[in-house]
């Protein structure tokens, strides 16, 4: 097959057809009212593109055969597109970028871009959305570059230049890809909706690949999409482009660790001395301080390029200063701060107000409500500038209608914040964030308490409506109420510290194994003491006992503030914080075989709460009691206490409030199935550990539902029904897993492990 000859220059062409029609110049000039010093321009190639109406005129004074014509006219043509490329500073006007020689990761990402390829799919266009410094162009010219046979019809890029102050207009975007793809510009339409319709028209057959770089929003891409046909469209932008309709996303995230120090790793693979493998541990947390940003990671390598004399380690170093770590991500021309700059400036005034204020925030996330408890705006607008954050990639989206920082947008942030507000300003807004969160948990925590009616929600910001949503803000929102806690402290504000911890005193029996009750009650501890309290310090003592012992298995220590408790409350005259304090002590001597001692607190306790008619400490005694009744295999008193306890909670005479009720018949049931176990009354602990899940729904604690399910399996076990067991036990272990209850989680894992290394797994 032959092959289209390729364009002729214009200035040759039009020389040899002139001096074959026997013309002068002065006389081609006169027959096609062209004048002789433009001709002469064409001729020595300094007009290579002339309009198509001035060629025409030549071609006819020349009397020209279509053939020839046809030729004048493509030089012609072919020469003014050279020239648009020239002016447009690249080898064409929409030409592929080079790709990164060192591009490095993103497997994921292009085998996603890979997918959206082909030539039977029909058109289809697929959005790459993200953060500044993501090196969302670089991998969509990646994945261009090494997909290049997909797409026979050509690949295109246009950058939009969207984060400009006068980005790429629709109309201009339309003109340079139609100039690339043949159209010449006399058949462009001035009409921006023909301009979008022609492009439909000229790709829809081909099998082309179209990059939109940097858009700005939907309004700026919609006109550039394609309707039906074979090719493939990729946009990137740092927004989301949600208004963009039957488009395929794909948000981009940071680097892996691994890719990330690979990234450096190939970045600084050429330097003279200290060369990467020989610190790769350098390099790591190198990588670690970028963020995985790949912008960041550049720049990084970069510095180490061009300092030989520096080793990983020092940049390390360096980069390790939060405060200066973002003027140090600087190289040459190549700033991670400027590319956060381009996006902050896109903001309306209220939304950097929100932007700089949320680096405040102490914990990983936040929501809307932290938002307008920062700034004193309106939830709803605080709702909708979260949005546009989120959407401009200056936030990441988390769980729900939370977002977060990225670890370096949030050191911009806070350098903005200080930059542009007074010491004044930023002390006010934290005072009010934590003002918030204080009061918020608060009340969120005395909805567990008994005979409180819980009060409404501070400021209407947050959904406290039940126990529940009280319990999945406290979770959901502890970082930063528990940073909260700890500034009140070291300001001194004890009857706050006091008042929240207090709070959290029921409630934290639901989330054990959070890790911070220790310090929750230390601080409250240390706060009653300042407050000159001697009952209130025996109270937090306590709890700071039961934090110990049993959320961080440090006995010994628990057992210690106990005694201590239990003098302070003698003191104030104070009997049942006095029987809090020998209950506390009994179940840390329990923990340390001390039975001789702990057994009479256990039995005290319990005299103590009946006598001062303690409706939630009693019934908590007996259930220590028991549990040292079972210590020293008396299962039989062990049962019975246990199944009093149940009968107590349970009596509208004598039952604590309705949810310390469920949880302690729960807990009671639970032990009931354990001293039944003892007794090898199989089937009876199975019955027993049934009432304990059957409560499970109003109680939800996951560690006392894998405690139940534990006592269950190893009954099932013993009746040989071994299927079932196996199944039972994986349901503890999922419990205790989601309870991160390590300590029950490590003896059910060691119980599968012997059952299935004795063959009996089904």
């Known amino acids: 097959m032959v092959g289209t000859p390729p364009p002729e220059a214009l200035g040759p062409l039009l020389r040899g057809l002139r001096h074959a029609a026997g013309m002068t110049l002065e006389e081609l000039a006169e027959a096609s009212g062209v004048s002789d010093r433009a001709i002469g321009d064409m001729e020595r190639g300094r007009s290579r593109g002339p309009r198509a109406r001035t060629v025409q005129a030549l071609a006819d004074a020349l009397r020209l055969s279509p053939e020839d014509a046809d030729r004048l006219l493509g030089a012609a043509r072919d020469g003014r597109r050279r020239v648009y490329r020239e002016k447009d500073g ?9 790709r990164v020689a060192d591009f490095t990761g993103r497997e994921e990402e292009l085998a996603w871009l890979a997918r959206d390829g082909g030539a039977d799919a029909g058109a289809r266009a697929a959005i790459v959305s993200g953060g500044p410094g993501l090196g969302k ?30 980005p790429l207009s629709p109309h201009d975007a339309l003109a340079r890809l139609l100039k690339s793809l043949g159209v010449r510009e006399d058949d462009l339409p001035s009409d921006p909706d023909e301009r979008t319709v022609l492009l439909r028209r000229t790709v829809r057959d081909r099998n082309l690949l179209v990059i939109l770089d940097n858009a700005a929003d939907e309004a700026q891409v919609r006109p550039l999409l394609p309707g039906e046909g074979a090719c493939t469209f990729w946009v ?22 691994g890719a990330a120090a690979s990234l450096l790793a190939g970045i600084t693979a050429g330097r003279p001395t200290r060369t990467p493998a020989s610190d790769p541990a350098a390099l790591a947390r190198i990588a670690e301080l970028c963020g995985g940003l790949p912008l960041a990671l550049r720049i990084a390598g970069n510095r180490l390029v061009s300092r030989p004399s520096w080793s990983a380690a020092n940049l390390a170093d360096r980069l390790a200063a939060e405060d200066l770590r973002l003027d140090r991500l600087a190289a040459g021309d190549l700033r991670v701060k400027s590319a956060f700059t381009l996006s902050y400036e896109q903001l309306t005034r209220p939304a950097r107000l929100l932007f700089r204020r949320l680096s405040l925030v102490p914990g990983p996330d936040f929501s809307p409500a932290l938002g307008a408890a920062l700034t004193g705006l309106p939830l709803d607008r605080v709702e909708q500038m979260l949005d546009e954050l989120v959407e401009l990639g200056l936030l990441d989206p988390a769980v729900d209608d939370r977002a977060r920082f990225h670890d370096l947008v949030r050191l911009y942030a806070h350098q903005r914040l ?18 918030w969160l204080l009061a918020t948990a608060r009340a969120a925590g005395q909805w567990f308490e008994p005979r409180v009616t819980p009060p409404p929600a501070p ?87 039961w934090a ?24 104030a005259g104070d009997t049942v914080q006095e029987a809090w304090a020998l209950a506390y002590a009994a179940y840390a001597g329990r923990w340390l075989g ?30 220590t009691l028991a549990r040292h009744q079972h210590a020293l295999r008396r299962f039989q008193e062990s049962l019975d206490v246990m199944n009093r306890v ?34 090898g009354r199989w089937r009876d602990a199975v019955r027993a550990a049934d009432r304990a899940l059957a409560l499970d729904p109003r109680v939800g604690v996951p560690s006392l539902h894998g405690t139940a399910a534990l006592y269950k399996a190893r009954a099932l076990w013993a009746l040989d029904e071994r299927a079932e067991a196996l199944r039972v036990l994986e349901d503890a272990l999922e419990s205790f897993t989601a309870a991160e209850d390590s300590g029950s989680l490590e003896e059910g894992r060691d119980l599968k492990e012997r059952w299935t290394a004795a063959g009996l797994s089904p």
């Open 548 to 571: 110990y012992t049993y959320c961080l298995r440090r006995p010994g220590d628990g057992l210690a503030v106990a005694l201590e408790a239990a003098e302070l409350a003698r003191t």
């Open 90 to 98: 690249s080898r064409g006007l929409c030409d592929l970028p080079p």
């Open 594 to 623: 001390k039975f001789d001692r702990a057994l009479p607190w256990a039995e005290r306790a319990a005299e103590l709460f009946a006598l001062a008619g303690d409706k939630e400490g009693h019934p908590q005694a007996l259930i």
């Open 236 to 257: 990137t932008s740092r927004r989301a482009l949600t208004g963009i309709e039957h488009a395929r996303r794909l948000a981009l995230a940071p680097l892996p660790a």
């Open 459 to 545: 400021g209407g910001l947050a959904d406290l409506t039940d126990r529940q949503t009280a319990e999945a803000w406290l979770r959901t929102e502890s970082a930063n109420w528990f940073a909260a806690l700890q500034d009140a402290a070291a300001a001194g504000q004890w009857r706050t510290v006091v008042d929240v911890a207090e709070s959290m005193h029921w409630f934290s029996d639901r989330w054990a194994f959070w890790g911070h009750w220790h310090t929750v009650y230390r601080l409250a501890r240390t706060a009653a003491r300042a407050l000159g309290d001697p009952a209130l310090e025996a109270t937090h003592a306590n709890y700071l006992s």
């Open 646 to 679: 149940v009968d107590l909670v349970t009596d509208p005479r004598t039952a604590p409030a309705p949810h310390i009720a469920d949880y302690t018949a729960m807990n009671a049931s639970a032990g009931a199935a354990r001293a039944l176990l003892g007794l």
């Open 137 to 166: 162009t670089s991998l969509v010219v990646q994945a261009a570059h090494h997909r290049a046979g997909r797409f026979p019809g050509g690949r295109f890029h246009v950058d939009l230049r969207g984060l400009d102050p006068r």
């Open 418 to 435: 200080v930059e542009e507000e007074t010491a004044g300003a930023r002390e006010a807004a934290r005072t009010a964030m934590n003002a």
